[in-house]
Structure formats: C-alpha cells, structure tokens
C-alpha cells in the first residue's frame, strides 16, 4: 500500500532570547493508510513540534521550518499555501490535544464549536452541521449529547471534553488522526474508556492514528509500529511487538527498565538513566543521549549516530550493538 | 494500641469541606465530602501505599492526618497520642517526627529561597541546630540525597524537576522524621527521572528504617514501592491489603477495574488482556451516591447497593473490603 503520509529530514528551529532551540532534527517516517503508529518520548523531545510543524501550526516566528518534505497523497504539506494547508487541517489530518482545559474556546457553546468545521470544510447547512453534530455526539457515547450541545465547556467533565474533542477532529471523516497525549490529563479508568473508543472509531472510519505519548503501556496496546523520539531525532523505530521484545538503543532500554509493570513478578530495583536530557541550544556533533549512555565509547562523542536498519523493520541510530556491547560497524 | 510496632492508627477518620453562601453572614449549604470515615493503620518500617483517581480523597487524608487541615471528626495515633486533640505548640514539636513530600517540585520551594535556606529552615524553626552547624547539616543532606553540596546558595528555578524533588526529600528529612509523607511524589517528573526518585526513597529508607505514606494514582508504582495497599474511591478505603494479596486477588469491583485499566508495556500482554470499563464519570462528593459510592459505576451493583452502605469487613487476615457483592 501506498504511504499516506511521507515526511523526509523534517528540522524545526526556535529563535529565542537565549539562542537558537534545536527542536526537531532531521526526522523521517511514514505512515500507511490505516495504520497506528506509536511516537514514544518524554518532554521536550520534539514529539509534538514534529505534529505541530506537519500542520503548519508552529508560531512563526520564533519558530522556522528549516528544513524537510512531508508528502501527504502526493502534496507536500510544508510548501503549499495557506489556503490549500487549511483544506487539509481538521478535515484531512487532524489533532486532538493533551488538555482537554485549554484547547476549547471557552465563550461558545459545544454545539457551536462541532458545528464549525462542518460548515468551513464541509460546506453544509446549519440545520445539517447540527443533524451531524448530534450524530458524532452519540458516536463518542455522550449521553443527552442533543441537548449538551447548548452546554459550554466548562460545563463537561475532563473525560467528557476530551471525547467531544475527538468528535470535532472526526467531524470531518479526516485520513490522519494525531493525538498528542490525549490521555495524559485524565484519571486511568477514564484513559481506559477513551482508548476504547479511539481503537473503535479507527476501525469503523478506517483512518490513520498518530498517537503521541510518553506512556510505553498505552502504546504497547494500541499501535502497531513506534517511533522514539530523543532531543528531537528519531532514535529507534521498529514494528511494536520487535521494539517491546528487542529493544535495540540503549534509550529505549534505559525508558523500560525504568518502569514498574503491574506484572512484575518480583521486587526489582528499577533502573533509571542518570543525568537529565540535553538542552537542546546547540545541534550535537557526538550521541545526543552519550552523556547519559553506560555504553557510550569515543565515536559515540565524534560523530552522531544515523538512523540505520538493525533488523527486519527496526532501524536505531547507535554506534553500539547493544547484545554484546562492542561497536557497530 | 498495644501493638507498639504500629506507628499511625487512623480511626473514623472524617474530613468535610463546607460550602458557604452569602457574603456578610455565612450560611453553610452544603460540604464537600472529602473523606468520608476511613480507618487504617500503618505499621513502623513499611511503606503504606494510598491510591486512587483524582478527587478520591487521598491528598486529603495525607493532610489531616499531619493536621494540616482540622479533621471532621475521627482520630489520627502516632504512636499513642492523638493528634486531633493536641494543643498546637504540642502539634508543632509532632511536626519534627512526620514530614511531607508534595506533588509539584516547582510550587513547593520557595523560588525566593536558596537551597541552603530551604533545607536548613526547619532545622532553625525547630532549634535543632545554629549557624554553622545548620550549613553542615545541610551539606550532609544535599549528599544524602544525591546533589552537589556546592549547590547549597544557588535558588530553586536552577535545577530540574528531578533535582528538586530532591530538595524536597533533603528538606524532610532534616529533622530526621520517623513518618513521611510522600504525596504524588514523582507524578510530575519525566518517566526517566521518575525511577532516580523511587530509588533514593527506597535506599533512604533502607537507611534510615523510615515509614512512608505513599499517595499516588499510578497504580504499577503504587506496587512496586508498597507494602501494603489501601484504593481509595470518593472519600472511602474500598480495599486494603497487603501488596501481593491485593495484586493478585482483587475482591472490590472498583479494584478490579482499575487494575484492568491500568497499560502493561508488553504488547503480547496487551493483546490477550481483558479490560473492564467502567461507564460515566465520577459523581461529585457533594453529593455522593447512597449506599455504596461505587454503585453509579459498578458492573454488580444490585438493588441493596444503593440501600445500605456496605460494612467494612476483614474477608481473610489482612484483608478488608467494602462490597455487598463479595
């Protein structure tokens, strides 16, 4: 199958009092139609601003895509007008954000909120944008959802938004989903209900999921390949089942041994990674991660790793071959 | 209370926020339910995990049982005295032998502090110590807790979530408590960073023979630290037992769905798991349901649910529920 979506050597810089912020580092990946694709990392790795600058939606300035190609079906997103990348935004690709809190407009009602993509995208009436907006309300099982459309946010739940939130990136049937971290903000049983009710809705629409998260459990059940993501490169990417049962980067290994599983059998001491990630001012000319790597030897501090196949659909970029610790060729 | 290797008994334990109308003259017109006659105790030496979602009540319980806020009613024993009676220069010498770790490293330093000031205050409240032997102190804490002692004059905004959730740790164990509690102690932090605090809790206590009151909602961390395990739900204890007993015969519905809700990072896992999921939100504790709370959202909830509350009842040694249906 054809990709859905291309994006080749994507860089996004900041322009800040304190100097020029390395955001996101020549990152490449792919997703096919359909597919669930994990990126895994902590804050500040450059997870979001990647989503962020596919969508043309980083602030600028400060910031500047300095480089890259993302191909959706056939376009590429990073240079066509504005005009064009807003026919692609919300009704194409969309997102659903971390805090349900913040990303609605507090002063209009829910029902105003659904029914405006619909009518800028889609071209429809008001009485047909509200008949749709109905229908996605019962879609994410809101309750009474016809008459919660006159409620404004403030009067819904945390759960309860972040699913009217998936019902106005849905609106629009779009190809591409991207959830940054929709769950982090809300309770484990509530995480639960909307997972469910992504993984439905993906195999009803048939659309493409990027999920964004720091969580390795959510992912492990969710995606089917992962990409991490470390002081804004790609660092490991490999099918979901290859990167849970051989992690091949010292960073991913580091990220799991660092994890109390509820399935544990006995009491280990977990093991964390010393020192803190990089502050990303400069662009490293040695390992991003060989300050805070055990396996980290002289060409590790000369020259920084390329992303390079280690196995079947599993690239990582290190110059170690961590089964037996001796360099990589 | 005779059992000396108890440390806190906590007994009947109620904590009632009112809800107030009207400007001059106050009328009460309601109360937030926070925490709603819980009873535990914690053993000297273990580590007694609290957990249970947002709104559940359990940052309540940690602070009154350290006073911080006035208890209801009810009644709170470290060792054998009663905290809820005590007069308040009383309270404060207490205060020496139970210390608290809170949530948000960066709203609980005083950004106008430096390090020193902030580790070296109680030692200076409580006159434990004086002039250089207060910079001493801190210097030995500050390694204690794995800084650079050198950092004792630089300000809070200088260092990472991590490093200061270290400070907070180093601030109390100053005065070399016996009880700390640890409220959501590492849920701010990075997933790389999280496991650098977990250790150094664990390796202090190891150290020190310290009692921690660990609260959190993240279930798998909640296990790997605890001994023992209480889940909260709106303002209750639904289940407490010992941490493998819990782990692996969850009786409490509530227990049960949390557990299953909770990712495991292991995809062949995943793919054979069996998820619970609960219906709704839940309710408000203004307002909280009748009977048991649980029943808004419970998969077994019968008629007598919502009639009678259920008893709290030890089903096998060391381990009580509160369930109709157990």
């Not at chain 1, 490293?284 to 020259?303: D, H, L, V």
């Not at chain 1, 790793?305 to 990582?316: E, N, Y």
């Not at chain 2, 350290?66 to 308040?88: A, I, M, N, W």
């Not at chain 2, 309710?283 to 919502?306: D, H, K, M, Q, Y």
């Amino acid at each position: 199958m054809a990709d859905l979506l291309d994006v080749k050597g994507l860089e996004t810089r900041f322009k800040t009092r304190d100097g020029m912020v390395h955001a996101v580092n020549g990152v490449s990946f792919n997703i096919k139609e359909g597919e669930t694709l994990g990126v895994v990392g902590e804050s500040a790795c450059g997870k979001t601003v990647t989503m962020l600058s596919l969508l043309r939606l980083i602030p600028a300035p400060p910031g500047k895509i300095a480089a890259g190609t993302a191909l959706f079906q056939g376009s590429d997103l990073l240079t066509m007008t504005e005009e064009e990348i807003r026919h692609v935004r919300g009704a194409r690709i969309s997102m659903v954000f971390q805090d349900p809190m913040t990303s609605f407009n507090p002063v209009l009602t829910i029902g105003r909120q659904l029914t405006e993509p619909l009518e800028l995208h889609l071209g429809m009436s008001q009485a047909q944008a509200r008949e749709r907006a109905v229908e996605l309300m019962r879609m994410v099982n809101i309750p009474q959802g016809e008459d919660r459309l006159n409620d404004y946010p403030h009067q819904f739940s945390g759960g309860m938004r972040q699913r009217v939130m998936i019902a106005m990136a849905l609106s629009c049937t779009p190809q591409v989903l991207i959830a940054d971290e929709p769950t982090t903000a809300l309770d484990v049983t509530i995480q639960a209900q909307i997972i469910e009710l992504v993984k439905r809705l993906r195999d009803e629409i048939g659309m493409a999921v990027i999920w964004i998260t720091h969580d390795l459990g959510i992912i492990a059940g969710l995606a089917k390949r992962v990409l991490v993501m470390y002081a804004g490169y790609i660092i490991e990417e490999a099918p979901v089942k290859e990167l849970y049962g051989n992690p091949l980067h010292p960073y991913t290994i580091g990220l799991m041994g660092s994890l109390p599983r509820l399935d544990d059998q006995e009491h280990r001491r977990l093991i964390s990674i010393d020192g803190l990630p990089p502050t990303l001012y400069e662009k490293p000319n040695y390992c991003p991660f060989a300050p805070r790597c055990t396996y980290a030897y002289e060409r590790c501090w000369k020259e920084n790793p390329l992303l390079l196949p280690v196995g079947v659909d599993h690239r990582a970029a290190c110059w170690v071959d961590v089964k037996t610790g001796s360099p990589r060729e | 209370m005779s059992d000396n290797n108890i440390l806190l008994r906590v007994e009947h334990l109620v904590k009632y926020f009112p809800i107030t109308r009207g400007i001059i003259v106050q009328r009460q017109v309601g109360a937030v339910h926070a925490v709603d006659d819980i009873s535990f105790f914690i053993k000297s030496g273990e580590t007694f995990g609290l957990v249970g979602e947002s709104g559940c009540g359990k940052s309540t319980t940690g602070r009154t049982i350290l006073q911080l806020y006035r208890p209801t009613s009810g009644h709170v024993y470290f060792e054998d005295t009663d905290l809820t009676t005590l007069k308040p220069e009383k309270m404060r010498l207490m205060r020496r032998r139970m210390q608290m770790i809170f949530q948000d490293p960066y709203a609980s330093l005083n950004p106008r502090m430096t390090v020193g000031e902030i580790v070296g205050e109680p030692l200076i409240i409580h006159q434990v110590a004086k002039g250089a032997a207060v910079e001493e102190r801190v210097e030995q804490l500050l390694s204690l807790v794995g800084l650079n002692p050198a950092f004792s004059n630089r300000y809070p905004h200088e260092f990472s979530g991590g490093q200061r959730q270290r400070i907070g740790v180093a601030r109390a164990l100053a005065l070399q408590p016996s009880l700390i509690i640890c409220d959501e102690p590492i849920s701010a932090l990075d997933v790389s960073i999280q496991a650098q605090v977990v250790n150094l809790l664990e390796d202090l206590q190891s150290q020190f023979g310290l009692t921690y009151l660990f609260i959190a909602h993240d279930l798998s961390m909640v296990r790997h630290i605890s001994n023992r395990v209480a889940v909260m739900y709106l303002g209750i204890i639904v289940e407490l037992a010992t941490r493998d007993e819990l782990f692996a015969h969850p009786l409490h519905p509530y227990t049960q769905a949390l557990m299953s809700a909770v990712p495991v990072a292991d995809p062949a896992v995943e793919e054979k798991r069996h998820r619970i999921i609960l219906e709704g939100d839940v309710p408000s504790p203004v307002n909280p349901p009748s009977g048991c709370r649980f029943r808004t959202r419970c998969p077994l909830a019968r008629e007598i649910c919502a009639e009678k509350v259920p008893e709290w009842r030890e089903i096998s040694p060391m381990h009580w529920v509160a369930c109709h249906m157990v």
